[in-house]
């Protein structure tokens, strides 16, 4: 077995026992890499030998082992790497990054091995990971069918076995649908628990980073090693417990809702998915939990989500060293999204805490919301191909359609594996916690994950559903 297979826990526990090196686990996954990714397109650059400086670095420390010691890790193109072009998932950028973003320098200074930059959709405006000039990714689970996005590239290499954990960004679901496409833990957390810096803010009220992972541990103990705020950072979230612990204990009985209303009008969950989220809610009943059918009386986010949406598109495109270069389908949504002056985003950014307070009326009855993680099963790749923003937006809305409210109101939301469908492809629903509750999400995931383990990797298949 690969060293990308195995879990983050795994590896760290082998690395201390010293059954084996950072260096013999980087080499698994390079190796990985070389064999799979040339089918699936995971990876914009591969820094292999960066990644052996850094894994023999490690294995010649004397010093004490941080919590992912040895741990291959790959980001996301819109996250900075010291030495790496920030591409955005395009051309338009040339110059290396000079300095790590906050989280990955406190990925490393907790033992990660950066391995590579993933690719993404441009500016992540799209849930589908296909661009220009990176080509179309591939889920590995159907070769033919999107890995969904924008962490699309991330989900892929995890999923795959290539890497045992990955870094994405989720600002309209972006870690939640890759992960339900590709049947990984996504969570997506608290409007401000992890450090956006050197950025003060991803698309505003929206954006928000972190890893997709196979188990809820793995995902626990990387959201702990890049948690908090720096100063600058324009939200922050409030809340302490170690998120490791909370998916080491049991959640308690707990009061659940369930629903299949989609958020946004005129989309209908596949009936995999309405099933998915129908067996989950007997299984939390069977757990012990109080499990009701509601209706969360969803408010409209269009509001306050369309303006950062494009504000945080153009604001990303005004940083651009060659504009020219952008993506045609890209400067047609900057054009479109001219209007959204400052006074706009204020006003959104004000409507964003309506939105807010309206959807959290559903925590008022319930502690955890269960629904679709997405409306559709995975499409076929090129859903992108020859449309403008436009029509890519609609084709987004089946996939969005549950996810980025929850970008709106803040709230911490997570993709659960429960299995594969008929048609090969992993099936996911949605968790979505009280705000600053992470911690019960963690607990409560793993809790499933006990009674209803998924696959780890592409290819193991359990029983359909």
């Not at 010093?63 to 790497?81: C, F, N, R, S, T």
């Not at 007997?282 to 989500?305: E, K, N």
């Not at 923003?389 to 609609?394: H, N, Y």
């Amino acid at each position: 077995m690969s060293d990308g297979r195995v879990s983050v826990t795994e590896i760290v526990t082998r690395i201390g026992a010293g059954e084996t090196t950072a260096g013999a686990v980087l080499e698994g996954c390079l190796a990985t890499i070389e064999g799979e990714d040339p089918g699936l397109n995971a990876f914009s650059r591969v820094l292999a030998e960066e990644a052996r400086a850094e894994a023999a670095a490690l294995d010649t420390s004397t010093g004490p082992h941080g919590p992912l010691h040895g741990v291959p890790i790959a980001i996301k193109e819109e996250i900075d790497v010291a030495g790496a072009v920030t591409t955005f998932g395009g051309d338009a950028n040339v110059a290396p990054a000079a300095a790590d973003a906050e989280i990955v320098r406190r990925l490393r200074a907790a033992g990660a091995v950066v391995i590579g930059k993933t690719t993404m959709p441009e500016f992540g405006a799209f849930p589908f990971t296909e661009s220009t000039s990176r080509g179309v990714t591939r889920n590995p689970w159907d070769p033919t069918r999107t890995p969904g996005g924008s962490s699309g590239g991330t989900a892929v290499a995890v999923s795959s076995g290539m890497v045992p954990v990955g870094i994405g960004g989720d600002g309209g679901g972006s870690i939640r649908i890759p992960s339900a496409s590709c049947g990984l833990f996504g969570l997506k957390p608290q409007r401000g628990r992890v450090t956006t810096a050197p950025h003060p803010h991803l698309w505003w009220a929206l954006g928000t980073a972190g890893p997709l992972a196979r188990t809820v541990l793995d995902s626990a103990t990387v959201y702990d090693v890049i948690r908090g705020n720096v100063e600058g950072d324009l939200f922050r979230a409030g809340g302490t417990e170690s998120f490791v612990e909370a998916a080491g204990r049991e959640p308690g009985r707990l009061r659940i809702g369930w629903s299949v209303k989609a958020v946004t009008l005129g989309v209908k969950p596949d009936p995999v998915h309405v099933r998915a989220v129908e067996d989950t809610a007997r299984l939390l009943a069977d757990l012990g939990h109080d499990v009701q059918q509601i209706d969360p009386h969803y408010p409209d986010p269009t509001a306050a989500f369309v303006p950062q949406f494009f504000a945080g598109i153009r604001a990303e495109a005004d940083a651009v060293e060659h504009y020219d270069r952008l993506e045609r389908r890209t400067r047609e949504t900057c054009r479109l999204g001219s209007w959204v002056r400052p006074r706009v985003v204020e006003w959104a950014l004000a409507a964003t805490e309506k939105v807010s307070v309206k959807a959290n009326r559903v925590f008022d009855s319930v502690d955890v919301l269960l629904t679709p993680a997405i409306a559709h099963r995975p499409p076929k790749v090129g859903r992108l191909d020859g449309v403008g923003t436009v029509r890519a937006s609609l084709r987004a809305m089946p996939s969005i359609a549950y996810a980025a409210l929850w970008n709106v109101a803040g709230n911490p939301a997570a993709a659960v594996p429960c299995g594969i469908a008929d048609d090969g492809l992993p099936v996911s629903v949605q968790l979505v916690g009280r705000t600053d509750d992470e911690a019960t999400l963690f607990s409560l995931s793993a809790q499933l994950e006990r009674a209803r383990p998924w696959p780890l990797v592409a290819g193991d298949v359990p029983p359909a559903v």
